[in-house]
């Protein structure tokens, strides 16, 4: 999964793709937002060689902090990646993310031991 700042400005993504890695500046990247499925396609992007990743600048204008996205890429048609993005604008990565933080709330309940979550 790749970790992307909630900024409109030029960031890196490194991937691994499937099979092999030409550089050239005709990759189509298409990023959807989970739950919403408000997506933005970037063409004509630039890739880069890095050893076995393929590293694009990328520069996205719909990211939100704390959001989960659905990112693709493509190039004549085919698909040579599909993965996670997480947005978030936290820089220390000693500090753990949960999903489900405030997310829902813990009730009592009778009998005593039953547990419900509601969302």
């Known amino acids: 999964m790749n970790v992307l700042a909630p900024v409109q400005t030029n960031q890196e993504l490194k991937i691994v793709p499937r099979g092999y890695r030409p550089s050239g500046t005709d990759y189509t990247v298409r990023l959807t937002e989970d739950g919403t499925g408000k997506t933005e396609t ?36 085919k698909v040579k ?13 000693k500090n753990k993310v949960s999903l489900n933080t405030n997310k829902y709330t813990e009730h009592s309940a009778s009998p005593a031991g039953q547990k419900y979550i509601t969302i």
């Open 42 to 77: 970037l063409t004509n992007v630039s890739a880069d060689q890095d050893g076995n990743y393929m590293v694009f600048t990328v520069a996205f204008t719909i990211l939100t902090n704390n959001s989960m996205y659905n990112i693709e890429v493509e190039r004549d048609n």
């Open 81 to 93: 990646f599909r993965g996670k993005i997480y947005c978030t604008d936290r820089s220390s990565k």
